[in-house]
């Protein structure tokens, strides 16, 4: 595998599960960080992680989760989602905090 | 609020002719921009980007224009391709070290008939 992986590409849940997405970056960065992009609306930043240490957590609920075992890996834990919360979920990853970020194919979730 | 605006949610053009994809930000703090291209069923990538010291960078047919004064900047693609069909964003951030601070815009889909 290369670059930025993200599983499930898609999922479909009820408000009362508990499920997790999962990211995985094979470039050696040290920084990792989780985006919601909602229809029409821009890339919102939700968690961001360097060294893995949480630097970054945008006012983001409680039902969202995020986990980072160690460089390469990231988690967003879901529990009793919202059906706004339906989204396309992205994983990126750079060199430190570096503007340059390469993004996963995301996770379009659907909460029902 | 939003930071970054790109007004325009869609453009279509003719292969071969000139694509130019426009960014308007508020703040003024704002010194470095990015492009990102975004196809279908994929993550973004990395386009361009631009230091507010300069006011163009160019790469092969990609130029990004700045124009700190408007808090504007444009994408030129020259000459288009249909290869180039995908969705454009624009973002900014105030320091080169601050990807936990990138604002992003909404994105402008491009079509290029060919």
């Known amino acids: 595998e290369t670059g930025v992986t993200q599983t499930p590409r898609h999922l479909v849940m009820g408000m009362t599960n508990k499920k997790s997405l999962k990211c995985e970056q094979h470039?050696?960065?040290?920084?990792m960080y989780w985006y919601k992009q909602s229809a029409k609306k821009p890339l919102e930043l939700m968690f961001v992680?360097?060294?893995?240490?949480?630097?970054e957590n945008n006012s983001v609920p409680s039902r969202f989760s995020p986990e980072c075992p160690n460089s390469s890996h990231l988690f967003l834990h879901l529990h009793t989602l919202q059906p706004e919360d339906s989204a396309l979920y992205l994983c990126?990853?750079?060199?430190?905090?570096?503007?340059?970020?390469?993004f996963g194919p995301g996770t379009r979730l659907t909460v029902t | 609020d939003q930071q970054v605006k790109q007004n325009s949610p869609s453009l279509s053009v003719q292969e071969g002719r000139i694509s130019i994809l426009n960014c308007d930000y508020t703040?003024?703090?704002?010194?470095?921009f990015l492009w990102y291209k975004k196809y279908p069923a994929e993550g973004p990538t990395f386009l361009i980007s631009?230091?507010?010291?300069?006011d163009k960078n160019e790469d092969g047919r990609f130029t990004v224009f700045l124009n700190k004064s408007a808090k504007h900047l444009s994408l030129h693609i020259v000459p288009s391709q249909p290869g180039d069909s995908a969705v454009y964003f624009c973002?900014?951030?105030?320091?080169?070290?601050?990807?936990?601070?990138?604002?992003f815009g909404t994105g402008t889909r491009l079509a290029v008939r060919p």
């Open positions: 992680y360097n060294f893995k240490e949480q630097t």
């Open positions: 703040n003024s703090m704002f010194d470095y």
């Open positions: 470039l050696g960065h040290n920084a």
């Open positions: 990126a990853s750079s060199e430190r905090l570096a503007l340059e970020q390469y």
């Open positions: 631009i230091s507010s010291i300069k």
């Open positions: 973002a900014a951030s105030a320091e080169k070290s601050s990807g936990d601070k990138l604002t």
